[in-house]
């Protein structure tokens, strides 16, 4: 069965090529990023998923500024229906960001040494396309999966998921009995399998100070400098919370400043108010709680220093989740990603952040994997065609064999 379902994989490998080519085309950004969401991504993914011969296809979709979400799901029918094995993709991307760091245009995909080019080609568009093929394979195979299998393609992944997974799991469609495969991280080698993910915090740190003209500092309050000051005394917040974790990846707690908003226009103007934001990646032997309770120390030593007011608001806050590393959709897929990669699997957790952790959340086993380059959020992302190709034949067993 494993040649025969090669073979079939291998024969479909030009079609899959213009299949992800065909998705990259169409943008999906979230209207939260200033994008027209995911609708003609998802009619598109419908047509194929039309083609392939799903027993069911069904819709849970939903609105945001006016413009439908819209979440896919996609069902074949196994030998056991009492057990589901929900594989779960993302529509939308983010977006391109500058273009002038685009070698090629975000949205006409290129194909160029074994690589395609273009923003969504990696995160999530590969996956999405390997686990509609593996399922086209099989079923051209006339193979019964062990199990129902659902495919869902999502909106907002790359946002909050309110629109999305939440919104899903709030339908209460999850049922006792499933099971999930989240191809929406993974390693370039095919290694890494993972089970966990750190707890995420982000945080809008505001600083309000007294506006003056820059040749008469002493008559303002500088909330850029006190911004800045801020973003320096992190270095206190990872001294505290440094233990590690070999079973994390990376290892420890991440606390890092990223996006930052504009202030004045001029140069000659000290600005009174500046906003940046932290992305806080804690691994699960600490508490949210606690890292809050640092950083409103670090206010309040910022505040009597620089003279300024200080209001920190939390954007995202999701606990720490894990699957248990013995558990039967681990132990299937470290099987077959050992017998396509030939590599010896590590199972792991992670930084990053997936839909696997709003199930786990409620109880139920969540793996991720996929072989992936990690260019994803990068300018000239680009995946391979050789991992679209392995991944669909690690679905493709792994559908016929769990």
Known sequence: MEKEIF??????????????????????????????????????????????????????????????????????????????????AHLDVVPPGELKLWKTLPFEPIIKNGKIFGRGTEDNGQDLIAALYAIKAIRNLRIVPQRDICFAALSDEETLSKYGMKYLVKKGIFKKGDVFLVPDGGSPNGSLIEVGEKSLLWLEIATIGKQCHASMPEKGANALEAGSYFICKLKDLRKTFNQKNPLYEPSYSSF?????????????????????????????????????????????????E???????????????????????????????????????PKVRGVGWGTCAAFVRRLGYPAVVWSKVERTAHQPNEYAKIENLLTDSKVFALLFSSF
């Not at 849970?60 to 594989?87: C, M, Q």
């Not at 000659?268 to 950083?295: A, H, M, Q």
């Not at 620089?306 to 939390?314: A, G, N, Q, W």
Request: charged share 35%; net charge positive; glycine share 6%.
């Open 7 to 88: 073979a079939e994989l291998t024969k479909l490998k030009k079609e899959m090529v213009g299949s992800l080519m065909e998705l990259v085309k169409v943008p999906a950004i979230s209207p939260e990023s200033g994008g027209e969401g995911e609708g003609k991504k998802s009619k598109f993914v419908e047509e194929l998923c039309g083609n392939i011969g799903f027993d069911r296809i069904y819709h849970y979709d939903t609105f945001s500024h006016g413009v439908k979400r819209p979440n896919l799901i996609a069902k074949i029918k196994g030998k056991k229906s009492e057990s589901r094995l929900w594989v779960i």
């Open 256 to 304: 890092t400043p990223t996006k930052r908003l504009a202030n004045v226009p001029n140069i000659n103007t000290i600005p009174g108010s500046d906003t940046f934001y932290i992305d806080c990646r804690i691994l699960p032997c600490y508490k949210i709680s606690e890292v809050l309770r640092f950083l409103e120390k670090i206010k309040k030593e910022v505040e009597k």
């Open 306 to 344: 620089k003279k300024v007011r200080i209001k920190i608001k939390i954007i995202q806050k999701e606990k720490a989740t894990e699957t248990e590393r013995q558990i039967s959709i681990v132990k299937g897929l470290r099987q077959v990603v050992q017998k396509v990669c030939r590599v010896k």
